[in-house]
């Protein structure tokens, strides 16, 4: 059984708890001796990252290690928006071409010197099957840029995309020897027989399995069971998100947020990205 890589390389170390699974270290995609930029906050993540003004590219001046980009098959084209797609805004226009300048900018890395791989979390907004496989003809032309799964191994990238959203894209994804993507699980899917080689990361909704908001005590049994889910995902390659938590500026949020981090929960979702930014670089200075 191959050994876990530390949690910094989480994403990275897609299926790698799994025998016959191999992970390239990330020095054989970031070029040795890079100028090292800021430290990226690898646990930042960037809901509904395309309703900024400047999509991409404010959550990584705020160094956030996720996105989140809603997309939608429409005429052939995919066109990124919550509700409907704007036919100015494709998928490559606001996400695919920036990364890849900025990763052949970088020598490697999306942020230089690191060598942390960057999560493009993609919601599928349209019929999941037949969106996912245009996402996928996509990726194939950007082939250094994503981490992928060949043969029942892992090679990672620069950029790890992660496909949620609409459930049916899991058939096609399944049956793939190779592909540039990795599927969203549930907690339904927590201990399941799929391998962290196809559900990569466990997300789910906040409010559907814990009663806490941030306000007053965290109950014990809830923290229990939050650090039984991450403990159990973690063991298994798997990294963890939940959505809707608080995203209000105050004490309940901060509470909470304070929580996540010491279950160690990989992905903090916010839509506030400066408030987010400050409070990991407050209270969870070794990783981010």
Request: hydrophobic share 40%; proline share 5%.
């Amino acid at each position: 059984m191959t050994p876990l890589l530390t949690r910094r390389r989480a994403l990275t170390a897609l299926g790698a708890a799994f025998a016959g699974t191999v992970v390239l270290p990330a020095q054989a995609w970031a070029a040795d001796g890079a100028r090292q930029g800021p430290r990226p906050l690898v646990r930042a993540h960037a809901h509904n990252d395309y309703e900024h003004a400047r999509p991409l590219l404010d959550a990584l001046d705020h160094r956030f290690g996720s996105v989140e980009a809603d997309i939608h098959l429409v005429g052939g084209q995919l066109l990124v928006g919550h509700d409907s797609g704007d036919p100015d805004s494709t998928l490559e226009a606001l996400y695919l071409d920036p990364l890849a300048a900025r990763v052949e900018a970088n020598g490697g890395s999306v942020y230089a010197g690191h060598d942390t791989s960057l999560q493009l979390l993609v919601d599928l907004k349209t019929e999941g099957a037949s969106t996912y496989l245009e996402l996928d003809r996509r990726l194939a032309a950007y082939p250094q840029l994503f981490t992928t799964y060949r043969d029942g191994e892992v090679v990672s990238g620069p950029v790890t995309v992660v496909v949620s959203g609409d459930r049916a894209a899991r058939g096609p994804m399944e049956e793939q020897t190779e592909r540039r993507a990795f599927y969203d699980g549930r907690l339904t899917d927590l201990g399941s027989a799929a391998p962290a080689s196809l559900i990569a990361l466990i997300s789910d909704n906040w409010t559907q399995h814990f009663g806490w908001n941030g306000s007053g005590a965290f109950p014990e049994a809830e923290r229990a069971k939050l650090r039984d889910i991450v403990a159990t995902a973690h063991g298994r390659g798997q990294t963890v998100r939940f959505w809707a938590t608080p995203d209000t500026a105050g004490a309940a949020r901060d509470a909470l947020w304070a929580e996540l981090v010491a279950a160690d929960v990989d992905f903090l979702n916010s839509d506030d990205l400066a408030g987010l930014e400050a409070f990991l670089d407050a209270h969870d200075p070794e990783r981010g």
